[in-house]
């Protein structure tokens, strides 16, 4: 079975743009998380939809928004690029909602903002 | 608060010692989870608690649950070089599938 995969690979963007990051989970799960992992930190925590509605909020601007889809993959919007954006974003996803759940990370995306 | 402290930040070993990292929480924890993520990689997962004084052994990692729901620890035996990496603890939220995530230990081993 395919992984969590996600695109693009890497991104660079200037600040002020906008960027859209995709997920796709692995095949039957349906809860989709976000989160954004600078260097030498751990993965924080963004955004999670299941069964395409919002079921978590991070603490995080209204800058970054998130969307799941009717097959389950998911978008990550981040408006107004700032410096302080630039990390790696990971999709996880899981088979259900609740935290007892395994979650099965993507490779992410780097994204650089200068 | 809501955070889980991780330590120690680094640790360096020669081939064949032995590892641990702790994790330390305020409040008592519905669950634990670890990951390990390589240079380069993504978090991968290894193991959950979730009982009180809970041990789970995986070949020459041991996971620990304290008997208090508020600490846990990974303990590698005679490390190897495949060992490298971040190890990260993380603690689930009650109602949603949110993790929060300690700073990780980031172990390196000497051949």
């Known amino acids: 079975d395919a992984g969590v995969t996600q695109s693009p690979t890497h991104l660079i963007k200037t600040r002020g743009q906008q960027v859209t990051l995709r997920c796709s989970p692995i095949?039957?799960?349906?809860?989709v998380s976000w989160y954004q992992q600078v260097l030498g930190q751990g993965p924080q925590f963004i955004f999670q939809?299941?069964?395409?509605?919002?079921?978590g909020r991070g603490n995080f601007p209204d800058r970054f928004s998130a969307r799941q889809f009717p097959n389950y993959s998911s978008e990550l919007n981040v408006n107004a690029l700032l410096l302080g954006d630039s990390a790696l974003y990971l999709c996880?996803?899981?088979?259900?909602?609740?935290?007892?759940?395994?979650?099965?990370f993507g490779p992410g995306t780097r994204l650089t903002v200068l | 608060g809501q955070q889980v402290m991780q330590i120690p930040q680094y640790q360096h070993v020669q081939e064949g010692e032995d590892f641990t990292t702790y994790c330390n929480s305020s409040?008592?924890?519905?669950?634990i989870q670890w990951y390990k993520q390589r240079p380069g990689g993504h978090p991968v997962f290894l193991i959950q608690?979730?009982?009180?004084?809970e041990v789970k052994k995986q070949k020459r990692l041991t996971f620990q649950f304290g008997e208090a729901k508020k600490n846990s620890s990974l303990h590698i035996t005679a490390t190897q070089t495949t060992d490298v990496g971040t190890y990260f603890c993380?603690?689930?939220?009650?109602?949603?599938?949110?993790?929060?995530f300690g700073q990780g230990t980031t172990l390196q081993v000497k051949p």
């Open positions: 996880a996803s899981s088979r259900d909602w609740d935290s007892y759940n395994e979650q099965f």
């Open positions: 095949s039957g799960h349906k809860s």
């Open positions: 939809y299941y069964e395409k509605e919002e079921r």
């Open positions: 409040t008592t924890l519905s669950n």
């Open positions: 608690l979730v009982k009180s004084g």
């Open positions: 993380s603690k689930g939220s009650s109602n949603t599938g949110k993790l929060i």
